[in-house]
C-alpha cells in the first residue's frame, strides 16, 4: 500500500561525495518525520539524520558538517547529501518516514511508521 524505495549508493573513495534519495509512494495522505538511518556489519541500526515536515533537520554527532538532509514534500522525497565520505561511513543507509495513509476520511487519524530496503554505501579505495 505504502513503500519506501531509496537509490543513490553506491561505491566512493574517501573523501568522496554521495546523494541518497527515498521516495515515498502509494496512498499517501501525508508525512510527517523522514530519516536516514544505517547499519554497518556486525553492528546495530543507528540514527543518522532526521528531518521534520517543516524542514527542521537534525543530525548526529558523527555526520554534522559532512551531511545534509533535505526533504521535497511534493515529491515525498528526502534526501541525504553526503560529502567528505570516510571509511567508517560504510554501511546500508536506509529511509524511515511516519506516514499517514488515505483511507478517505479527509484527515489521518494516525501515523504509521515506514522502513525502505536499503542502499548500499561503500567508502573504499
Known amino acids: 500500500q505504502v513503500q519506501l524505495v531509496e537509490s543513490g549508493g553506491g561505491l566512493v573513495q574517501p573523501g568522496g561525495s554521495l546523494r541518497l534519495s527515498c521516495t515515498a509512494s502509494?496512498?499517501?495522505?501525508?508525512?510527517?518525520?523522514m530519516g536516514w538511518y544505517r547499519q554497518a556489519p556486525g553492528k546495530q541500526r543507528e540514527l543518522v539524520a532526521a528531518?521534520?515536515?517543516?524542514?527542521?533537520?537534525n543530525y548526529v554527532d558523527f555526520v554534522k558538517g559532512r551531511f545534509t538532509i533535505s526533504r521535497d514534500n511534493g515529491k515525498n522525497t528526502v534526501y541525504l547529501q553526503m560529502n567528505s565520505l570516510k571509511p567508517e561511513d560504510t554501511a546500508v543507509y536506509y529511509c524511515?518516514?511516519?506516514?499517514?495513509?488515505?483511507?478517505?476520511?479527509?484527515?489521518?487519524?494516525?501515523?504509521?511508521?515506514?522502513w525502505g530496503r536499503g542502499t548500499q554505501v561503500t567508502v573504499s579505495s
Open positions: 528531518i521534520t515536515s517543516s524542514g527542521n533537520a
Open positions: 524511515n518516514a511516519d506516514i499517514g495513509v488515505d483511507s478517505g476520511l479527509g484527515y489521518v487519524p494516525e501515523y504509521t511508521n515506514y
Open positions: 502509494g496512498r499517501i495522505f501525508s508525512i510527517n518525520a
